[in-house]
């Protein structure tokens, strides 16, 4: 997993942050200076902090989980949607829908109901609809395959979140929060990093800085995901080899068992029959 260097985030543009009368006073410890008016943003810290992030993504990749990546804003967009389909994982780069996590199972009904209009087009149904009321229901189809379509392989919530811009993405930060899901994202000094579980300083509005920091964290996930496969291929090859070593199942071994204790009874036979008895008893003298 090679990270980036200082001069790489450097020259992404990561290190500028807001103005001096916009940072977040919780920012602090991520700031290295003030320039014309400006926060400057620590890049070792950044550079250590996106370690950290990319090597818990890949251990959660690793172990076949799923992260959401969430980038409403206009520089992330595309970025997102390129980098979260390279490594199979599902976004979200419209408007958030609310309730997504906290009303999961409402956002899953949605998606069926794509699903099934889906159905109506194979089958034939949606051709005997009448001409409005298959505008009607191309018009839904559409509506929600822009919110949803690229969530309709997540069947169960995920496992973690991907954040560009805290402040803007609050309210999915907030339902994280509420459920627990832990939240990676990247944070700028006017945003409040303590509801952040991985904290990742940098520019949040280059779309070279948030191209670099993505790639970055979805080259490791790519790692993971390899690594999951080779250890899958191994396990397989460790079972078929040790169903080749078996022993014999147990019920032959019971046989085993018994054939020799049958031959056993057969060869003490006759030393019991050619052994001389024992002495009878001696008899009591007769009264005189």
């Known amino acids: 997993m090679a990270n980036p260097t200082f001069d790489q985030l450097l020259e992404a543009g990561c290190h500028f942050g807001h103005l001096k009368r916009k940072w977040n006073p919780a920012m602090a410890p991520y700031i290295f200076m003030e320039r014309n008016g400006i926060h400057i943003i620590d ?61 999961f199972p409402t956002i899953r009904k949605a998606v069926k109901k794509m699903a099934s209009i889906d159905k109506m087009t194979k089958d034939g149904t949606f ?44 309210i999915a930060v907030a339902e994280a929060n509420r459920l627990g899901i832990p939240v990676f994202a990247i944070v700028d000094t006017n945003s409040d990093p303590s509801n952040v579980d991985f904290v990742i300083p940098a520019n949040d509005d280059a779309s070279k800085s948030i191209e670099l920091i993505l790639g970055t964290v979805t080259a490791a996930m790519a790692e993971g995901l390899e690594e999951r496969k080779a250890e899958k291929v191994d396990a397989n090859a460790a079972g078929e080899g040790e169903a080749e070593a078996a022993p014999a199942p147990a019920r032959r071994e019971r046989r085993r068992v018994r054939r020799t204790d049958v031959e056993a009874a057969a060869e003490a036979a006759p030393a019991a029959a050619e052994a001389p008895e024992a002495p009878a008893a001696a008899e009591a003298p007769a009264a005189e």
């Open 43 to 103: 890049l070792y810290k950044t550079a250590a902090k996106l370690d950290e992030a990319a090597a818990a993504l890949k251990n959660i990749a690793r172990s076949g989980k799923k992260v959401l990546f969430v980038a409403t804003k206009k520089q992330a967009k595309q970025v997102i949607a390129d980098m979260a389909t390279s490594v199979n994982m599902p976004y979200v780069i419209e408007r958030w829908p609310g309730g997504m996590l906290t009303n």
């Open 127 to 170: 051709d005997n609809l009448s001409k409005r009321e298959r505008l009607q229901v191309t018009r839904q189809r559409a509506k929600l395959e822009k919110t949803l379509g690229s969530i309709a392989d997540l069947n169960r919530l995920p496992s973690a979140l991907f954040v560009v811009d805290v402040l803007k993405e609050r």
